[in-house]
């Protein structure tokens, strides 16, 4: 399966982000991070420019309060697949070009004349802040919100060419914009959440005694790239160390009575999947039957407690006090779900704290996981949309303790 191309920056897009420039009192937003280029440009990162984006040079993304097309500062290099995946953007390169043009169009055809004509007639500045701070200097920009891509030396290096121009933050601006998806969007979250369940079934097909952490997790990775994702996580937990999360699989092999334990994502199209799921081989203990059953009940609650217009604290609290009343008294948790979509985490956590309302839109995995060192990990995760009335699941995997 191929890849699909980037997402074109839908009207309402533009029009949430329009709102929130109107809501900081600036004239232009100016994206840097990855995720935040992509959603104001449609243009994705290539694995190439992925490493040379952290080596810093940089991306820009720029919507301007008088312009209704946003534009993309890029290394020229970027120059020719930003063009032939129909990026949505004015382009504005920058750096040198190290591709060889040919003097004549003679026998090249499609693609290969389209990328002679683009590098031809590119004209870049000499670097990315050179090139983003013309475009703000010429529409003249006094203020402008600007998210640093988690680098403040990119702030100061666009503070420095700007002189005049108040630079505000707006990385937290962009992040609660992107927490509402447009329908293509939640399509595509859809989808990949399907590769990382095939990745799931494949593992269940092999996880019997004798088969390491290690293998099970290398066919999961194996499915989700052979389906044209980026696999991104692959934790496989076996026994006791189903426990121990956040860390590389092991040799450990899977002997009768043993947790497995699976906690899955993968990058499809520059939007994230995240699941996860919890199986016992054999007949689960009597104990590993009632705390599943807790985590079973805690994240039910938080489903059925979602809706637009509730708070992501409420739903915090009627699944942490659900996961208590049925049978783990001393269940507590920093959060029990998080927005996903061109981030693993996106806006907004679900935490006790979190009073703002959702909206409907609002795509969030919700996760409610026990883990006990001694005894094992037990995770149950799902994706699901906010609406008015409640939720729709992106995931379909069944969520009840699987015996294998």
Same mark, same amino acid.
């Given at each position: 399966?191929? #890849?699909?191309?980037?997402?074109?920056?839908?009207?309402?897009?533009?029009?949430?982000?329009?709102?929130?420039?109107?809501?900081?009192?600036?004239?232009?937003?100016?994206? !840097?991070?990855? #995720?935040?280029?992509? /959603?104001? =440009?449609?243009?994705?990162?290539?694995?190439?420019?992925?490493?040379?984006?952290?080596? *810093?040079?940089?991306?820009?993304?720029?919507?301007?309060?008088?312009?209704?097309?946003?534009?993309?500062?890029?290394?020229?290099?970027?120059?020719?697949?930003?063009?032939?995946?129909?990026?949505? !953007?004015?382009?504005?390169?920058?750096?040198?070009?190290?591709?060889?043009?040919?003097?004549?169009?003679?026998?090249?055809?499609?693609?290969?004349?389209?990328?002679?004509?683009?590098?031809?007639?590119?004209?870049?500045?000499?670097? !990315?802040?050179?090139?983003?701070? #013309?475009?703000?200097?010429?529409?003249?920009?006094?203020? #402008?919100?600007?998210?640093?891509?988690?680098?403040? @030396?990119?702030?100061?290096?666009?503070?420095?060419?700007?002189?005049?121009?108040?630079?505000?933050?707006?990385?937290?601006?962009?992040?609660?914009?992107?927490?509402?998806?447009? @329908?293509?969007?939640?399509?595509?979250?859809?989808?990949?959440?399907? +590769?990382?369940?095939?990745?799931?079934?494949?593992?269940?097909?092999?996880?019997?005694?004798?088969?390491?952490?290690?293998?099970?997790?290398?066919? &999961?990775?194996?499915?989700? &790239?052979?389906?044209?994702?980026?696999?991104?996580?692959? /934790?496989?937990?076996?026994?006791?160390? @189903?426990?121990?999360?956040?860390?590389?699989? =092991?040799?450990?092999?899977?002997?009768?009575?043993?947790?497995?334990?699976?906690?899955?994502?993968?990058?499809?199209?520059?939007?994230?999947?995240?699941?996860?799921?919890?199986?016992?081989?054999?007949?689960? !203990?009597?104990?590993?039957?009632? /705390?599943?059953?807790?985590?079973?009940?805690?994240? =039910?609650?938080? +489903?059925?407690?979602?809706?637009?217009?509730?708070?992501?604290?409420?739903?915090?609290?009627? &699944?942490?006090?659900?996961?208590?009343?049925?049978? +783990?008294?001393?269940?507590?948790?920093?959060?029990?779900?998080?927005? +996903? *979509?061109?981030?693993?985490?996106?806006?907004?956590?679900?935490?006790?704290? &979190?009073?703002?309302?959702?909206?409907?839109?609002?795509?969030?995995?919700?996760?409610?996981?026990? /883990?006990?060192?001694?005894?094992? *990990?037990?995770?149950?995760?799902?994706?699901?949309?906010? =609406?008015?009335?409640?939720?729709?699941?992106? @995931?379909?995997?069944?969520?009840?303790?699987?015996?294998?």
């Amino acid at each position: 399966m191929t #890849a699909p191309a980037a997402v074109l920056p839908a009207a309402s897009r533009l029009g949430r982000l329009r709102a929130a420039m109107g809501a900081m009192d600036v004239e232009a937003l100016v994206a !840097a991070s990855a #995720a935040n280029v992509q /959603y104001l =440009t449609g243009f994705a990162l290539g694995m190439e420019s992925l490493t040379l984006f952290a080596g *810093g040079h940089p991306l820009f993304g720029i919507l301007l309060r008088r312009d209704d097309r946003p534009a993309l500062v890029a290394p020229v290099t970027d120059l020719v697949p930003a063009v032939f995946r129909g990026v949505a !953007a004015r382009l504005h390169p920058y750096g040198k070009n190290y591709v060889v043009l040919p003097e004549r169009a003679d026998g090249l055809e499609g693609l290969e004349r389209g990328a002679l004509e683009a590098l031809r007639a590119a004209q870049p500045a000499p670097d !990315a802040i050179q090139a983003a701070a #013309a475009i703000l200097r010429d529409a003249g920009v006094r203020r #402008a919100g600007v998210d640093d891509g988690g680098a403040p @030396s990119l702030h100061r290096a666009l503070a420095a060419a700007l002189p005049g121009v108040e630079l505000v933050p707006a990385a937290d601006a962009f992040r609660r914009v992107r927490a509402v998806k447009e @329908s293509d969007v939640v399509e595509r979250l859809r989808h990949a959440a399907r +590769i990382v369940e095939t990745a799931m079934e494949e593992v269940w097909r092999h996880a019997r005694p004798g088969a390491s952490e290690a293998q099970l997790a290398h066919r &999961a990775a194996r499915v989700m &790239a052979d389906a044209g994702a980026r696999p991104t996580l692959w /934790y496989v937990g076996v026994g006791t160390a @189903s426990a121990l999360v956040d860390r590389l699989p =092991t040799d450990r092999a899977v002997a009768p009575g043993d947790l497995v334990m699976v906690d899955f994502g993968c990058e499809y199209g520059g939007y994230y999947a995240d699941l996860a799921r919890t199986a016992v081989v054999g007949p689960p !203990a009597a104990r590993v039957a009632q /705390y599943y059953a807790a985590v079973h009940a805690a994240e =039910t609650a938080a +489903i059925s407690r979602l809706r637009a217009g509730r708070t992501a604290a409420e739903v915090f609290r009627e &699944a942490v006090g659900a996961a208590r009343r049925g049978g +783990i008294p001393h269940f507590d948790r920093r959060h029990v779900g998080h927005g +996903i *979509g061109l981030e693993p985490y996106d806006l907004p956590v679900i935490t006790d704290t &979190a009073e703002e309302g959702l909206e409907a839109g609002t795509v969030l995995n919700v996760e409610t996981p026990y /883990y006990e060192v001694g005894f094992g *990990g037990l995770q149950l995760e799902d994706t699901l949309v906010v =609406t008015p009335d409640g939720v729709h699941l992106l @995931s379909g995997a069944p969520r009840e303790l699987r015996v294998l």
